[in-house]
């Protein structure tokens, strides 16, 4: 049994950075630097191309990562890598429909159609036109939104005869859940950016169809849901949410409250793991970006009001989110690669910073996963980075009410500077300016020993925060109270895992004996 010796639990900043570094390394020398789709490293090292998911579904990952990470960090990126991302994204656009299409063969046409990636490409070009501000890549979702409202209607679905007189090859999904309605999210994406009508109104098309999926009770109905497949019920219920914070009542987000709370549960345990598939039951096989879909409904939720969704946030980032990313490559053997090809090369290195199918425990699961060896698909690198993105926006937000510090994460700020009681010895916050500061404070904290230094004030308890009215600026202030110890079960098909948690960190776990591990065994 081997534990990892790089494992990253507190820094979001970093985690992103080094995602972005791997995002623009997968570029495949040989099929004219279209990008990567599979992936493995063990027990075999290699990246792979798919006929399916290729260059109609990486770019719009990617994409979307990479110009958001630039937005929210103001990172310097690869402007090579975007603009190869970018070049696959237009060559998956260029077929007889504008629908993301793919090829049966590296060099081949464009000839295979999969309603899965609808998604990914509105996600390539709503980025390119929020960040880069192509005209391109607007003239191509706008004809686009018309193509998907000529081909496909909410009762009969998709119009395979004109698709085959297209020359097409339709790829079949799961389901509705499974394939177009995944398209919500950068609907809304695109008509907050552009204002274009037409999108949000594909958009509500299609959510009137998911709903009864998601019904008023929240409860999980496999039938209703129609897929088994983890990340697209997961990233429909974050587009539902992306969805209700543009619409003028509370209805929507309250649904998606609902399903949050109640029929999540049966794709998700108390750190945010989620398993590849719901029917799941002798394995921990996880999947990255649906805990990444996980984060960013409960962001919405709160920012919507239910601040106590920051707690589960927070949780799902320092127990599983960030622990799950590939740092150590030490275990990794390049295949042997006598003949040069670009998919052996350097798969350590290309896969450092990556996300992919972890167990709560670590990169290899134990029960029938074992059998299926360890992968980090491209594309979950992209879910996952573009969810913390939305997580270190959220850390610290400012509005007319003053400056909220919403997870707990070291952060400096125009407005605020702060340091985490998990990697300094108290939790530090220094205001820039005199204005209100509010500081979330997790559920397990006793307020009645609870020490607060470097406010002359009162500090006032409101909705889960210290508020602190008038805080000296420069002066910092020190919020002094343990990292509370605590046991917990994990809830999984096959038998709970036992966890014991430091605050909202894990700092040892159920392992069964399995190899490259994130935590110290617990005792």
């Known amino acids: 049994m081997t534990k990892l010796r790089d494992v990253n639990t507190t820094d979001i900043a970093g985690a992103i950075r080094l995602g972005c570094r791997t995002m623009s390394s997968v570029f495949n020398a040989d099929d004219d630097h279209i990008p990567f789709f599979g992936s493995q490293v063990w027990p075999e090292a290699r990246l792979s191309w798919s006929a399916h998911h290729s260059e109609s579904h990486i770019p719009g990952r990617h994409l979307n990562a990479l110009l958001n990470a630039e937005d ?22 260029s077929g007889p429909i504008a629908v993301p299409l793919s090829r049966e063969a590296p060099g081949g046409p464009l000839v295979n159609f999969c309603p899965h990636n609808v998604r990914e490409g509105f996600h390539a070009l709503y ?20 193509a998907i409202f000529d081909l496909w209607d909410v009762e009969h679905g998709w119009d395979l005869e004109r698709l085959q007189k297209m020359g097409l090859q339709y790829q079949p999904c799961q389901s509705f859940i499974h394939g177009l309605a995944r398209t919500i999210g950068p609907l809304v994406k695109y008509f907050r950016t552009t204002g274009y009508g037409p999108a949000l109104e594909l958009a509500l098309v299609l959510a009137e169809k998911a709903l009864p999926a998601y ?18 019920i997961t990233s429909v219920l ?46 921990d096989h996880g999947e990255g970006n649906n805990t990444g879909d996980i984060l960013e409904t409960g962001l919405i939720l709160a920012a919507g009001g239910e601040s106590g969704r920051y707690q589960d946030v927070e949780r799902i980032l320092r127990g599983h989110l960030l622990p799950a990313q590939l740092c150590d490559i030490s275990f990794i ?8 090809i670009d998919g ?9 910073g990556s996300f992919g199918f972890p167990a709560p425990y670590g ?6 996963g074992r059998g299926r060896g360890i992968s980090f698909n491209m594309d979950i690198v992209g879910g996952v980075i573009a969810s913390l993105c939305e997580a270190w926006r959220a850390g610290v937000r400012k509005d007319e009410r003053g400056v909220f510090v919403n997870l707990l994460f070291d952060r400096e700020r125009d407005a605020v500077e702060v340091e985490s009681p998990y990697t300094h010895e108290v939790l530090q916050v220094t205001a820039k300016r005199e204005e209100a500061l509010w500081v979330r404070l997790p559920e397990w904290v ?27 600026a420069g002066r910092p202030i020190r919020f002094a109270f343990p990292l509370v110890e605590q046991e917990i079960d994990l809830s999984h098909a096959a038998r709970p895992i036992r966890t014991r948690l430091r605050g909202d960190a894990v700092a040892a776990m159920e392992n069964f004996g399995a190899d490259l591990t994130f935590f110290e065994p617990i005792g």
């Open 72 to 93: 929210a960090l103001g990172l310097t990126l690869d402007e090579e890598a975007v603009e190869r991302h970018a070049r696959a994204a237009f060559l998956s656009y």
């Open 127 to 146: 980025a390119l036109v929020a960040y880069r501000n192509s005209e391109r890549a607007r003239e191509l979702a706008e004809r686009s939104i018309d």
């Open 215 to 232: 019904p008023v009770d929240g409860s999980f109905d496999p039938e209703k849901m129609g897929t088994t497949h983890g990340h697209s």
């Open 238 to 283: 974050s587009s539902l949410a992306q969805l209700a914070e543009v619409l003028p009542g509370r209805g929507l987000m309250e649904r998606v409250g609902a399903f949050y709370d109640r029929g999540l549960w049966a794709v998700r345990d108390e750190l945010g793991w989620s398993p590849e598939s719901s029917i799941q039951e002798d394995t």
């Open 333 to 340: 053997e390049e295949s042997p690669n006598p003949e040069g």
């Open 344 to 352: 052996l090369r350097d798969v350590a290195d290309r896969h450092r």
């Open 363 to 368: 990169h290899k699961s134990t029960g029938a």
């Open 446 to 472: 006793d307020r009645d020993r609870l020490e607060v230094e470097g406010y002359d004030g009162e500090v006032r308890f409101c909705e889960g925060y210290a508020f602190l009215a008038r805080p000296t």
